[in-house]
């Protein structure tokens, strides 16, 4: 009985554990520097420009919506995935 106590306890702290480690995470980078980072990142791996309409971290991942990457060299060519 004692290790059963022992096993819920360590569980409740590795979870309030958690907790704070995604709130620190999610004041740390909040969604206009996720963006940032996210564009400055992809843009030279791609070699093209790209645009990201919002980008925000949650319990589930992150979640990216309007994402839109150039033809080459910038978007004055068109739009190559939307």
Excluded: C, N, Q
Aim: glycine share 10%; proline share 5%.
């Amino acid at each position: 009985m004692r290790l059963v106590k022992w096993l819920g306890a360590g569980f409740v702290v590795l979870a309030a554990a958690g907790a704070g480690l995604f709130l620190y995470v999610k004041r740390a980078y909040p969604p206009e520097r996720l963006r940032a980072l996210a564009v400055a990142k992809i843009e030279p791996a791609l070699g093209r420009k790209l645009r990201l309409a919002k980008i925000d971290l949650s319990l589930r991942g992150i979640e990216i919506e309007g994402l839109e990457v150039s033809e080459a060299p910038d978007f004055s060519a068109g739009t190559f995935f939307k």
